[in-house]
């Protein structure tokens, strides 16, 4: 019997020659200062190419988009060029990649913004959170955001806008705008981190409108058929709640079918993959149900699960990080059946080429 992991799938305008993608990962290697992509960086993206699709990780729009130190961005030329040598080297071997972009919001620290003004937030509330700040500080509590003002926030579409253009001059095959995991666009979202009483905030309506007005604008630059969207509609990671995902999720998915957009990916459940009540079906279906385009479902997938899942029309496609981190060649050993590298935690954020590029493939392993 064929393998339901290897049936090829349209994406948009991409072919993809298998189901399995390497989810968006935060690895904290950009090279400083300036947070610009750099060898290492290559390298570790060229050895994963044998995804169906490769979504590289978060990366800040704007300085202000930062929420981490050592994540790279994509608004200055040298981060453009540094990205040109990533995309580059996917393609060169046979691969496709998007890139996700991303604005922190309230999940940052006035260290790591400009002028050290305190982060922004649909409302100044001061989520239960942490962020790396520097080798020196480590991780370190979160302070209470400011609000911004309707008036600024023309200008955080616009920093998506720009962030997408400079997407395309790196040379990306589409991109992936993060709306998940308590980051900016979540946080208007979500019921519980938006308290705003503009047209930005209160209704379902209100709260969906930023998102929306950003795939908007991506769409202006990239057209519908290379854009997608994360969500995590029962995460809590960050300090987010959504009163009822499935009318939030629901809804956004409904509108997210009028914009015409390739896909939506879905971190079924808690980040870093908290499955102990089983994946949320409801909000499964719902999205399923209002959303033709292709559904790439995340979050534990084993090889298996993702097989029963796709031949059972659950997810079109399966994003894989962990095992992505620790398995270059993950495709190639799920197609042999052979045994996974396990991934260490404890080099997943920062560092250098250890834990990184040194994880051996199959083919370096039978050397
Ligand atoms: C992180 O850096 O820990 C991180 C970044 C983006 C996510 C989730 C976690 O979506």
Redesign the pocket.
Known sequence: MSDPLFEPLQLGELNLPNRIVMA?L?R?RAAQPGDVPQAMNVEYYRQRAGAGLIIAE?TQISPQGK??AF?PGIHSEAQVEGWRQVTDAVHDAGGRIHLQL?HVGRISHPDLQPNGERPVAPSAIKPKAQTFVSAESGMVDIPEPRALETDEIPGIVEQYRVAAENAKRAGFDGVEI?C??G?LLDQFLKSDSNQRTDAYGGSLENRMRLPLEVVEAVVGVWGKSRVGIRVSPTGS?NDVHDADPVETYGELAKRLNDLGIAYIEVVEDS?QGNHANGRPQSVIDVIRGNFSGVYIGNGTYTADEARERITAGQTGLASFGRPFIANPDLPERFRQGAELNEWDGSTF?GGDEHGYTDYPSLADQQR
Do not use: I
């Open positions: 968006p935060t904290s978060a929420g981490y994540t991303w993060h998940a995991n980051y990671f980040f954020y």
